[in-house]
């Protein structure tokens, strides 16, 4: 089954995609910073969640870990 289908498997690819983009933003910010706009930028907006909400994502990962650790 595809993740857009399954409403678990979109929330962590979500996840995933948010704490990706933070850690790269974190290695190389430049790259980030340069695609702002067009469909880079969609990387550049989850950096941004990622550096702005970080305990709230962190909450989530361990969320998440629990609720596929129990399945």
Known sequence: MSALFNFQSLLLVIL???CTA????QVVPAI???NRHGILGVFWKAARIGERLSPYVS???I???FSLFTQ
């Open 22 to 25: 933070t850690y790269a933003h």
């Open 59 to 61: 909450i989530c990962c």
């Open 16 to 18: 995933l995609l948010i």
């Open 63 to 65: 969320i998440m870990a």
């Open 32 to 34: 980030m910073n340069r």
